[in-house]
Nanobody
């Protein structure tokens, strides 16, 4: 059984920063691929950033240079540092785990409840 719980969302002005965290309730997360997804109003869910069990990272183009994903396998947490936020980053952000270790977005099978990020003009 794996449970994920996001925190750190909120309201911020464009150009500001937020740091999201995800607490992973599991025996171990070291073999999981982990990711942040988001769903903006009127849009489909998209991946934001993925970090493999080995630590390699993939970002969606729109956040390159602004967001950083990281993981702490000892603390069992996942983080997303978001800098230079833009209004188009407004979305519900979800922590996700791929228990198989696959880094394909479609293979993420465990989800948190989401945390709202709102970026104002």
């Amino acid at each position: 059984q794996v449970q994920l719980e996001e925190s750190g969302g909120g309201l911020v002005q464009a150009g500001g920063s937020l740091s999201l965290s995800c607490a992973v309730s599991a025996r171990s997360m070291s073999t999981y691929a982990m990711a942040w997804f988001r769903r903006a109003p009127g849009k489909e869910r998209e991946f934001v950033a993925i970090i493999s069990s080995g630590g390699s990272k993939t970002y969606t183009t729109s956040v390159l240079g602004r967001f950083t994903i990281s993981r702490d396998n000892i603390e069992k947490s996942l983080h997303l540092q978001m800098n230079n936020l833009k209004p188009e980053d407004t979305a519900i952000y979800y922590c996700a785990a791929s228990r198989s270790g696959s880094v394909r977005p479609v293979d993420f099978d465990t989800w948190g409840q989401g945390t709202q990020v709102t970026v104002s003009w």
